[in-house]
C-alpha cells in the first residue's frame, strides 16, 4: 500500500497488516503499486489447492476484487474426491469464472495430489495450459492440457520443480496413475466425447525422459494414459453416449463414411465383429492425418505391411471407403431401408472411383427384392431396367427406380436395357450349363448377328463363349439324322476333304448349304469366316502310330 493508504483502520484492526513501503531506488511508487495492482488482477487460481482459505480479497482505491472457491458437487469413488469446483473473480462488479472438476487422492505420507480438468461453456472439457502448480503455480511447464498439483519439492526460487529428486517423480508417476483413473469416471459422467483428443497427451516427443536429471519429466502421463485407452475398458467415444475398448473400436477416413453407414449395426454386420463401434465418428483419419500428423499415429499408428506390421495403437482399425465398400454382402444390403439405399446410391454417385470397386458388388435390390449385383466376375452386365416386353432377365426393383436421382445413377452405373449380346449372355448360355432339351434353332442366327455387329476387339471374347456349345448342325455321310455339335468337331464339306473322308463315311461334315441359305448372299463371305473363328476344320489330321 502507499503511505496514504496507512490510515487509522488499519493500525486498529484485530487482523495484521503487512506494510511493504515503495522505496525501490528507481521505480517511483506509482509505478510499482501499478505493476502490484494489475498482478493482483490477474492471479492464477489462488485459493485452488488451499483447504482452509476459501476466499482472497483485495481493494486499490475504489477497485475491489474477490477470488472465491465453491464447490458445486462432490463425490468419493475408489479413494478419489470428485468435486466440480467453480472459481470466481469478482471485480468492479464484473465476474469472470472458471470451472473445473477436480480429482484428488492422498499419497502415503497423507499429502493430497490433484489434477483438473477445465470445463467450457456447455460443461464439456476443454483444454487448459498451466504450469504445474505446488499450492500456488510454478513457472514448470507440463506440456499437458489440464491442471495438477502435488506437494513437490520446489528449487530455491520456489519457481521451478527440483529434478533427480526421487520423491518429486514418485509424485509425478502418482499423478499420472490418478490421471489414468480418472478416464472411467469421466465417461461415466458422460464427459468424454471426440474433444479428449485436445486434451490428452499424443505426442511422446514433447516430453523429456524419465531418466533426464536436468528437468523434472512429465512422461509418465502419456504412458499411463495410453495405456489405460489401450486397455479392456470401454473408454473411447462411440455414438449416442455408448464407449467402446480398443478391440471393438473402428476409426473412419473421413466422416462422409460415418455419415453414411451411420449406425454401429451396420459396422458390425460389415466388419462381423459383434460390438463394434465406429470412434471420433467427428474426427476423419485423412482430416487428422492432414492437420496433425502426430495425433494420427497416436490414434491408429498401425502397419498392415507383412514385412513391418504393427497393430493400431487405439483402434481395432482404420477403415476408408474402399475397406468398407468391399466387406458388402447381399445379406447386408437386403437388410436396409429403402431410403438408406437411396442416400447410398447418392454417395456413390459422387464418387466414380468407389463405384469400381463395387460393380460385382450386389448392391441392388432385383424384382423379387433379393440383392444383386449389376455384372458379375466376367465384368458382364447381368441385371437389366424393367420392361414389359422383357422376359427372363433380372431386373431393378421397380421401387428403387421411383427416384430420379437413382434411376439416373444406375443408368450410369450401366445397368440398361437388354440388348442382343444380353440376351446371349443372360439367357442363351446359360441354357447350355443344363440338362433339360432345349431348342438351339434360334441360337444360330443370334450368334452370327451378333458376331457381325460385334466390334474387333471383342470377336475373341465373344467366340470363346460359344465355341464348345453344341449348337451347330452337322451329319454323317453314312447317316441321314441331322445332329447338332462343337465347331472343333467338325468338319466343312469342302470337296476336297469330302474325297479325303469317303474311306471313313461317319465322318462329322457341317450342314453348310443350309447356313448359307438361312442369310442374304452378301453375308457369305462374313459367314465363313464366322466358321474359321469357332473352329470349324478345314483340313485333315494324321495320325501316325
Not at 476459501?54 to 479413494?79: C, H, N, P, V, W
Not at 423379387?368 to 433380372?394: K, M
Request: with cysteine; glycine share 4%; charged share 30%.
Amino acid at each position: 500500500m502507499l503511505n496514504a493508504d496507512l490510515d487509522e483502520r488499519w493500525k486498529s484492526s484485530s487482523e495484521t497488516a503487512f506494510f511493504f513501503p515503495f522505496d525501490h531506488k528507481t521505480k517511483e511508487p506509482q509505478e510499482s503499486y501499478d505493476e502490484i495492482l494489475e498482478k493482483l488482477k490477474a492471479l492464477e487460481f489462488p485459493v485452488l489447492f488451499l483447504s482452509n482459505l476459501q476466499s482472497l480479497s483485495f481493494e486499490a482505491g475504489e477497485l475491489t476484487g474477490k477470488y472465491t472457491k465453491d464447490a458445486e458437487r462432490t463425490l468419493e469413488r475408489d479413494g478419489i474426491t470428485i468435486q466440480w469446483l467453480k472459481l470466481a473473480l469478482k471485480m468492479d462488479g464484473k465476474i469472470t469464472t472458471q470451472c473445473l472438476v477436480m480429482f484428488t487422492q492422498n499419497n502415503a505420507s497423507g499429502h493430497p495430489y490433484s489434477i483438473g480438468y477445465a470445463l467450457g461453456e456447455k460443461g464439456n472439457l476443454v483444454p487448459i495450459d498451466r504450469p504445474a502448480f505446488c499450492f500456488f503455480p510454478t513457472k514448470e511447464t507440463t506440456g499437458l492440457n489440464f491442471i495438477l498439483h502435488a506437494p513437490f519439492l520446489l528449487t530455491d526460487s520456489r519457481e521451478g520443480i527440483k529434478a533427480g529428486e526421487k520423491y518429486n517423480q514418485e509424485l509425478v508417476e502418482e499423478l499420472a496413475q490418478l490421471t489414468a483413473d480418472s478416464l472411467p469416471i469421466l465417461r461415466d459422467e458422460k464427459l468424454i466425447d471426440d474433444g479428449i483428443l485436445d486434451i490428452i497427451p499424443y505426442d511422446k516427443t514433447q516430453f523429456s525422459g524419465v531418466e533426464d536429471r536436468r528437468k523434472i519429466s512429465f512422461m509418465p502421463f502419456f504412458s499411463a494414459i495410453k495405456d489405460k485407452l489401450q486397455s479392456k475398458e470401454a473408454l473411447l467415444p462411440a455414438a449416442n453416449g455408448e464407449y467402446s475398448s480398443k478391440s471393438h473400436s473402428y476409426w473412419a477416413s473421413d466422416t462422409d463414411l460415418v455419415e453414411l453407414f451411420t449406425t454401429d449395426q451396420q459396422l458390425a454386420q460389415l466388419t462381423r465383429a459383434e460390438g463394434a463401434h465406429w470412434v471420433f465418428r467427428s474426427r476423419g483419419k485423412k482430416e487428422v492425418l492432414n492437420t496433425n500428423r502426430k495425433l494420427a499415429d497416436y490414434i491408429d499408428g498401425g502397419d498392415t505391411r507383412r514385412w513391418n506390421f504393427r497393430e493400431p495403437n487405439l483402434v481395432a482399425s482404420s477403415l476408408a471407403p474402399e475397406d468398407i465398400l468391399k466387406k458388402i454382402t447381399a445379406d447386408f444390403i437386403a437388410a436396409q431401408t429403402q431410403e438408406w439405399l437411396h442416400e447410398f446410391y447418392g454417395y456413390l454417385s459422387e464418387r466414380a472411383s468407389y463405384q469400381k470397386v463395387v460393380r460385382d458388388k450386389p448392391i441392388f435390390l432385383d424384382q423379387e427384392g433379393n440383392a444383386v449385383p449389376a455384372f458379375d466376375n466376367n465384368d458382364q452386365l447381368i441385371l437389366f431396367l424393367p420392361d414389359d416386353d422383357i422376359d427372363g432377365y433380372t431386373t431393378v426393383n421397380k421401387e428403387l427406380l421411383s427416384k430420379e436421382a437413382t434411376l439416373e445413377f444406375i443408368e450410369k452405373f450401366g445397368v440398361k436395357k437388354p440388348s442382343l449380346r444380353d440376351e446371349i449372355y443372360n439367357k442363351i448360355l446359360p441354357s447350355y450349363d443344363t440338362d433339360e432339351g432345349i431348342d438351339t434353332s434360334p441360337h444360330f442366327m443370334k450368334f452370327f448377328r451378333y458376331f457381325k455387329e460385334c466390334s474387333n476387339e471383342k470377336v475373341a471374347e465373344f467366340i470363346g463363349l460359344i465355341e464348345n456349345l453344341e449348337f451347330l448342325k452337322y451329319k454323317a455321310a453314312n447317316n441321314e439324322v441331322v445332329y447338332r455339335g462343337q465347331a472343333p468337331r467338325i468338319y466343312l464339306p469342302t470337296s476336297e476333304l469330302l474325297e479325303w473322308f469317303a474311306p471313313k463315311p461317319d465322318t462329322n461334315f457341317l450342314l453348310l448349304a443350309e447356313y448359307r441359305d438361312l442369310i442374304d448372299a452378301s453375308d457369305h463371305a462374313t459367314l465363313m469366316l464366322f466358321f474359321k473363328d469357332l473352329g470349324i476344320r478345314k483340313g485333315s489330321r494324321c495320325v501316325f502310330s
